[in-house]
């Protein structure tokens, strides 16, 4: 009988995954597959270690930094040898002063846990809601977990979300990238649509670096330049490019917070707005002409361009240029710059 085989496991690389990666290489400095093992070992410890500190905090009725008249309290840790996917490694088990403590995440006489640490860390990559995890912890372990006790574990990694809100940020950036990703959420029994707004710098070394993360509901001048204040009180000097979608009173806000900065409007966002206006049948025809105005060689090219597109295709499409002539102020510092420069700013 022909042996089944397993199917192939295929990567599939994402924005997320190598900002993951990248930390991960600056953090241990991850040279070997050996390094990658490791990392993963001390990963995959720490986060026990944190859910037998809430499962803890749970059992005793109060968390570690709290006074309580409670006649049982913490008392140390213990070492425990248990093997992994990743290896054998030693983690230390909270105790408690009367031993009535049994932690279920790895239990008392539990050697391997090979079975359950790549849903664990699962759990961080898939983002899930208090629920989904009591119920992939039941799923587990074969226990229930309240959406509270869920909460006090998720809730030990807060201070370190602080602590990367808050970090103090490099003088200059000289290129910024505002963009969004929108989602649903549940609020009092009702669905409604959030967006999350991902700050991207490029540095002075070149690199990539998200330097925060703002979820917000409605856009507005007011809002942006709070958003930008805030980069400002966090040590950012002077930005040369900020390059966004037409986010509602975005324009407002940078001549207010850095007068001297340009408002690159994504390009790519752009032609999309422009398109919607356009039936399939005549969409690539127009998105070829929509590339000699961007793509032109300086901006006294771009705006004759821009005047033959606008006469072309207005007459059978009477709303779908009108954004170029009304953000051409937004649309047009990319004619001052380099092929190069011009590579990396178009779109967010």
């Not at 986060?47 to 059992?59: F, N, Q, R, S, V």
């Not at 007011?222 to 324009?251: H, P, Q």
């Not at 206006?277 to 025809?285: H, S």
């Amino acid at each position: 009988m022909a042996r089944e085989k397993k199917p192939v496991h295929k990567v599939q690389m994402t924005e997320g995954k190598r900002n993951i990666i990248h930390q991960l290489l600056e953090e241990y400095h991850i040279q070997t597959a050996q390094d990658i093992q490791d990392a993963l070992k001390d990963l995959l410890g720490g986060t026990i270690k944190e859910m037998m500190e809430a499962e803890l905090d749970d059992h005793l009725g109060y968390a570690k930094s709290e006074r309580s008249d409670n006649e049982n309290y913490r008392n140390g840790y213990k070492p425990k040898q248990v093997n992994s996917s990743y290896g054998s490694m030693q983690i230390p088990v909270p105790q408690d002063r009367k031993s009535t403590f049994e932690p279920q995440v790895v239990k008392k006489r539990q050697k391997d846990i090979s079975d359950i640490d790549q849903k664990i860390i699962s759990m961080y990559a898939k983002g899930m809601t208090t629920r989904q995890i009591s119920e992939t912890m039941e799923e587990i372990y074969g226990f229930e977990t309240s959406e509270g006790f869920i909460s006090d574990v998720t809730d030990k990694i807060l201070p370190q979300i602080e602590d990367w809100q808050n970090r103090p940020l490099d003088e200059v950036y000289p290129i910024l990238y505002i963009d969004a990703i929108h989602y649903s959420v549940r609020d009092n029994g009702m669905i409604r649509k959030l967006a999350a707004y991902v700050i991207l710098g490029i540095n002075a070394e070149g690199k990539k670096e998200v330097l925060t993360i703002h979820v917000g509901e409605n856009e507005s001048s007011k809002y942006w330049l709070s958003v930008l204040n805030e980069l400002k009180n966090r040590g950012v000097k002077d930005i040369l490019i900020i390059c966004a979608d037409g986010l509602t009173g975005i324009k407002e806000a940078i001549a207010a917070a850095f007068p001297k900065t340009e408002y690159q409007r994504c390009i790519v966002h752009q032609v999309r707005n422009t398109l919607k206006y356009v039936p399939d049948k005549d969409r690539k025809a127009f998105a070829a002409d929509l590339k000699t105005i961007y793509q032109a060689s300086d901006e006294k090219k771009a705006l004759a361009a821009l005047e033959r597109v606008t006469e072309k295709w207005t007459p059978k499409y009477p709303n779908s240029m009108k954004r170029w002539k009304d953000n051409w102020d937004a649309v047009s510092p990319i004619f001052k710059f380099s092929a190069t420069v011009r590579k990396v700013i178009y779109t967010t």
